[in-house]
T-cell receptor, first 112, second 112 residues
């Protein structure tokens, strides 16, 4: 089982749609969680950190479910500019060292 | 503006040559990281450094070397021992080992 798993997609959705991505992780000792956005041939950019209580930033909502070991990202009112790959990142302590584990990403295409 | 810079953006190398990729940050971050990204794959950790003059191997360190003589700088050398060096190389930094990372724009290395 991969340490961090994401559905690769692509998710093809019309403008204005609501879309949700999930990401599962295997290490129950994981400490911090993030969603990044990566455009084609560009670097990942932090979209949002994911807090235990859940957090919202405009059209984006992130949630953490520790019991089931997954995080989610909800995008409301999708825009064409939301088309990108969304990376799930989990930080966990292993043998006294914190490591960031990256999912392979979920591709989103928002269609006009 | 605070940020991370990487140079060059594109790099072409002949087989058997060593090349050094530059990474500089002015975010006053202690931790710095090098990742490699191949098409359709997640980011894989090459080396990381949590403080000046100290660094550790990541998951795929063979054929690479680094130094951390200054807080701001973390250059990566891709040696001729790296069997498949063509990839997108990303440098990142973070204020500590478990909060969000910030990425440079990347260097795309092609071995001819």
């Amino acid at each position: 089982r991969k340490e961090v798993e994401q559905d690769p997609g692509p998710f093809n959705v019309p403008e204005g749609a609501t879309v949700a991505f999930n990401c599962t992780y295997s290490n129950s000792a994981s400490q911090s969680f993030f969603w990044y956005r990566q455009d084609c041939r560009k670097e990942p950019k932090l979209l949002m950190s994911v807090y235990s209580s859940g957090n919202e930033d405009g059209r984006f909502t992130a949630q953490l479910n520790r019991a089931s070991q997954y995080i989610s990202l909800l995008i409301r009112d999708s825009k064409l500019s939301d088309s990108a790959t969304y990376l799930c990142v989990v930080n966990a302590e292993t043998s006294g060292t914190y490591k960031y584990i990256f999912g392979t990403g979920t591709r989103l295409k928002v269609l006009a | 503006d605070g940020g991370i810079t990487q140079s060059p953006k594109y790099l072409f190398r002949k087989e058997g040559q060593n090349v050094t990729l530059s990474c500089e940050q002015n975010l006053n971050h202690d931790a710095m990281y090098w990742y490699r990204q191949d098409p359709g794959q997640g980011l894989r950790l090459i080396y990381y450094s949590q403080i000046v003059n100290d660094f550790q191997k990541g998951d795929i360190a063979e054929g690479y070397s680094v130094s951390r003589e200054k807080k701001e700088s973390f250059p990566l050398t891709v040696t001729s021992a790296q069997k498949n060096p063509t990839a997108f190389y990303l440098c990142a930094s973070s204020g500590d080992s478990y909060n969000e990372q910030f990425f440079g724009p990347g260097t795309r290395l092609t071995v001819l």
